[in-house]
């Protein structure tokens, strides 16, 4: 994880995030900045009782992959980064302001190590400089995408039908305010605007009127897009 300022463009290294390629170590979670705030997240992963999978190497139990720490990270200049309190390993994030909301990874891995999404655990967001809890939410759903504005919070949930559920809620309450079916080809990644909500299917960008409900396809990008985000009524990607 490297960054640099605009009054010392040398490259800084905060952190090397890296696992072995069975899956045990360091897995980054996301990158994601707004308005002062710039984190990241990190999920550690490693054996259930390595000792026993190492003399026992069929040992299914003591083989398996598991959560075991991590956290998101606040940069502060060019200082070491600074743990926001309270956060859990994430596998998602996004920033608005000097809030944080995150995805928490679930206890277990897959079997090549990769952290995960549940169903069962709060989406929550904190105060980026305090980890006081802003709101918790249920998610519609496993999550696979989040997006975060001074007003809404928006989820990509995948139920257990396969179904994907775009769904918004209130930033001081938690409350559910719409939520609706989209594609199940909907790629794992929103941002949220002042009115709007975006996403893509494929190199098709969409937008969802959030007090219409109103979905429409924005434009059909040359190549697939990277980054896709909204700021006010302006959608960029790379």
Partial sequence: VLGATLANENERRF?????????????????????????????????????????????????????????????????????????????????????????????????????LASADIPVEIRDVATGALVASVTPNGTPIAVGLSPDVLALLGRTDTGEVVLSWYDTTTGKLLHSLAVKSTASPEIGVGTTAIVYRIGRAIKTVDMRTLRVRTLTTAASTPIGLSIAGDRVAWA
């Fill in 15 to 115: 952190e090397q995030v890296a696992h072995a390629k069975h899956g045990a170590g360091l897995w980054l979670g996301g990158v994601a900045g707004n308005d002062g705030s710039l984190v990241y997240s990190v999920v550690k992963v490693a054996y259930h009782d390595q000792v026993a999978c190492l003399s026992a190497p069929k040992s299914a139990h003591a083989c398996e992959l598991e959560v075991t720490g991590g956290g998101v990270y606040r940069i502060v200049g060019r200082k070491p980064p600074v743990p926001v309190k309270g956060a859990a390993p994430a596998i998602a994030l996004a920033v608005s302001g000097g809030d944080v909301a995150f995805v928490p990874a679930a206890e277990t891995a897959t079997a090549d190590g990769r952290p």
